[in-house]
């Protein structure tokens, strides 16, 4: 047993310079743990609420009131417990918080303090993070999902569909799906910089284009594959998230860009045709999180031959996977630590993805920070996915560079899990 000694709060900034909480915890052995939560700019209505401290200061995004509840609250609460207990731990942060939503003391206070208790279960241990999750079992590196153009919430809705990523399908390694998304996001700006269509760069990295059409960044994306010498649906697929909830509410969802409104059926047709003309094979949240008969009803008319991913539908929740599964909702999930609130819950929906036989894949908020977390949450608990945002930016980066780092320092290689997207 290593006991926690020291509990110590603050507040950094993240990739958008705005505030967030990091955590760090020290045990008795002298060992650091730390961690950061990040925070997401299209979020799910059922996810953790960060606590913000409001007023006009940062424009109401200070979190010196999460800072200080974890100095006042919770440090004094965990100094003593065994650090290894994550769950005794995680369900403690939840009874102090007491509320459903963990808006007293902050999603963004607690995640933040979990994680870094279990950092510092891992260096007190002398293990690599992802090795401790993994224990003795076999793991694989994720198959990454990359954005090459950012829209949505992530660049002022400047296209209408949140995230054009790519999946380098062909790769048979991490290092060498970074290097084949290097060479496709390369192209992309060359592309765009020759149609005079680049705005700058989205939240995530990605380019920030200015389309005439939704579809057109998809033409672009096409084009940007074949550019960078590669086959699509080969060597390169396309995965997309739709991130419906954020122009569609009530069965009715307005594209901007287009200037159409569309219901449930009129947008899963436009889905189904770029399905048959482009060469995606992931699509996440294609439908709002409100729209339950819609996203059954594009389960059923995709499952088998694409990815449908839950984001905003599920926000990380045990109880809404085993929910959407009965129902035939979805065939995977799209796991963040910060919408649970805790490790022990992210877990959970994890393993509920897993039980309910659905694909996983962890994921990175759009306000990120240097934290390398996921990328060890994802091979640790062999996730198969990992989404971090796109091929640019020191926060984006600083996760793709660790995927490499575990791949060729780790002592048993396993292999890199290539074969992960879940079409069933």
């Not at 731990?89 to 808006?103: M, N, R, Y």
């Not at 022990?344 to 994921?363: L, M, N, P, W």
């Not at 062999?382 to 002592?411: C, D, H, Y």
């Amino acid at each position: 047993m290593s006991s926690i000694k020291h509990v110590h709060a603050r507040r950094i900034w993240d990739s958008r310079g705005r505030p967030t909480v990091e955590v760090d915890v020290i045990t008795e052995s002298g060992a650091l743990g730390r961690g950061i939560a990040p925070a997401g700019a299209s979020r799910g209505t059922r996810e953790a609420l960060e606590r913000r401290d409001g007023g006009t200061r940062f424009g109401g995004l200070d979190v010196m009131q999460a800072v200080r509840g974890i100095e006042v609250e919770i440090a004094p609460a965990l100094l003593g417990l065994d650090v290894t207990e994550q769950e005794k731990i995680d369900t403690l942060l939840i009874a102090l918080d007491g509320t459903a939503d963990k808006s007293r003391l902050g999603g963004n206070a607690l995640i933040a303090t979990s994680l870094a208790v279990l950092h510092a279960a891992a260096a007190d241990a002398q293990l690599p993070l992802w090795r401790y999750l993994a224990k003795d079992a076999v793991v694989q590196l994720p198959l990454p999902q990359i954005q090459i153009f950012g829209g949505g919430a992530h660049a002022d809705r400047r296209v209408d569909i949140q995230d054009f990523m790519v999946i380098a399908t062909g790769a048979r390694s991490f290092a060498q799906a970074m290097e084949m998304t290097a060479e496709v996001y390369r192209h992309a700006g060359l592309l765009m910089k020759q149609r005079g269509s680049s705005q700058g760069i989205a939240d995530e990295g990605g380019w920030w284009p200015a389309f005439a059409h939704n579809e057109e960044a998809l033409d672009v994306l096409v084009m940007s594959i074949e550019a960078a010498g590669f086959v699509p649906g080969q060597d390169v697929s396309i995965a997309l998230d739709i991130a419906a909830s954020e122009f569609g509410h009530g069965g009715r969802y307005t594209l901007g860009l287009e200037k159409k409104e569309l219901d449930s059926d009129s947008l899963i047709e436009k889905l189904l045709k770029w399905l048959d003309k482009y060469p995606i094979v992931s699509i996440e949240d294609p439908v709002a999180e409100d729209d339950r008969k819609g996203m059954i009803a594009f389960t059923k008319a995709v499952a088998g031959r694409v990815q449908i991913v839950g984001d905003d539908y599920l926000v990380t929740n045990a109880k809404l996977v085993r929910e959407a599964a009965q129902q035939k909702a979805c065939n995977a999930v799209l796991i963040k630590p910060n919408q649970a609130g805790t490790i022990t819950e992210t877990y959970a929906a994890f393993k509920a993805a897993q039980q309910a036989g659905y694909a996983t894949i962890v994921s990175a908020r759009s306000g990120e920070t240097e934290d390398v977390a996921i990328v060890h949450l994802a091979t640790g608990w062999n996730a198969g996915q990992l989404k971090v945002g796109s091929f640019a930016r020191s926060e984006r980066m600083a996760k793709w560079n660790e995927g490499i780092r575990v791949e060729t320092t780790k002592p048993h290689p396993n292999g890199f899990c290539w074969q992960a997207l879940q079409r069933g």
